[in-house]
C-alpha cells in the first residue's frame, strides 16, 4: 500500500547538534510538506515544497532545513539554531491538481532534547 | 491570511450519545476547501471528513456529519452514536482552493480533545 514513513519515531538531541529527520512518500505526490506540533498550538507549517528542487518557507522556519533532491524524499533538518525543537513533527504529501484532495500524513517523529 | 478557531478545549460525551465539535475560519476567499482530522493517541492523522465551501449540501460519511454555515464562515462536527474509539483530538483545517504555493497548506485550528465515557 502507498503511505508516508517518517523516521525516526523518536529521536533525541544534545546540545549544538543538528539532526535530520526522514519523511519517504510512494505516493506519486508532488507536493510535501513539514509541521510542527505543540501542546494547545494545532500544527505549524515549517517548510513545503511543490516540485523537485525546490521548497520555500512556512510560517516557522527559523532554525530548520529542507531539501528536495527527489521526488519521494523531503528530509527536515532541526538544525542547532531552534532554540526549542522539543515537538512532535508531521509529514504531509497530496498530488498536486486533485484540489479537493486531502493531504496524506505520515505518522510523526517526536524529538526530544537530551 | 486565513485563521481557524476551535474555541473549546475539551468536550466529553456519553457513549452512544450525540456530541458537536465547534469550528469558525476566517477568509476573505470565496472558495475553499474544510477539513476535520482525527488525531488518536497513537497520533495518526486521520482524515474524518471534508467540504467544498462551493458545495451547499453538507458533507457526511457515516456517523459522522457537518453543519456548514458559509456566511457564518462555521463548520461543526457532529458524531453520532458516539464510540470509546472516538476519543481523540480533533483538528478543524483549512485550504485554499487556489493550492499554488503557500495557498497549498492546511491552516489548522488548536484542536479539541473529545473524551467518551462508556
Known amino acids: 500500500d502507498g503511505g508516508i514513513t517518517q523516521s525516526p519515531k523518536y529521536l533525541f538531541r544534545k546540545e549544538g547538534q543538528n539532526v535530520t529527520l526522514s519523511c519517504e512518500q510512494n505516493?506519486?505526490?508532488?507536493?510535501m510538506y513539514w509541521y510542527r506540533q505543540d501542546p494547545g498550538q494545532g500544527l505549524r507549517l515549517i517548510y513545503y515544497?511543490?516540485?523537485?528542487?525546490?521548497?520555500q518557507k512556512g510560517d516557522i522556519a527559523e532554525g530548520y532545513s529542507v531539501s528536495r533532491e527527489k521526488k519521494e524524499s523531503f528530509p527536515l533538518t532541526v538544525t542547532s539554531a531552534q532554540k526549542n525543537p522539543t515537538a512532535f513533527y508531521l509529514c504531509?504529501?497530496?498530488?498536486?491538481?486533485?484540489?479537493?484532495?486531502?493531504?496524506?500524513f505520515g505518522d510523526g517523529t517526536r524529538l526530544s532534547i537530551l | 491570511a486565513q485563521t481557524v478557531t476551535q474555541s473549546q478545549p475539551e468536550m466529553s460525551v456519553q457513549e452512544a450519545e450525540t456530541v458537536t465539535l465547534s469550528c469558525t475560519y476566517d477568509?476573505?476567499?470565496?472558495?475553499?476547501?474544510l477539513f476535520w482530522y482525527k488525531q488518536p493517541p497513537s497520533r495518526q492523522m486521520i482524515l474524518v471528513i471534508r467540504?467544498?465551501?462551493?458545495?451547499?449540501q453538507n458533507a457526511t460519511e457515516n456517523r459522522f456529519s457537518v453543519n456548514f454555515q458559509k456566511a457564518a464562515k462555521s463548520f461543526s462536527l457532529k458524531i453520532s452514536d458516539s464510540q470509546l474509539g472516538d476519543a481523540a483530538m480533533y483538528f478543524c483545517?483549512?485550504?485554499?482552493?487556489?493550492?499554488?504555493?503557500?495557498?497549498?497548506?492546511?491552516?489548522f485550528g488548536k484542536g479539541i480533545t473529545l473524551s467518551v465515557r462508556p
Open positions: 467540504q467544498e465551501a462551493y458545495k451547499q
Open positions: 505516493l506519486n505526490h508532488d507536493a
Open positions: 515544497s511543490q516540485i523537485v528542487n525546490d521548497f
Open positions: 477568509t476573505s476567499e470565496s472558495d475553499y476547501y
Open positions: 483545517a483549512y485550504r485554499s482552493s487556489s493550492y499554488t504555493g503557500a495557498n497549498s497548506k492546511l491552516t
Open positions: 504531509a504529501s497530496i498530488l498536486s491538481g486533485g484540489s479537493n484532495q486531502p493531504q496524506h
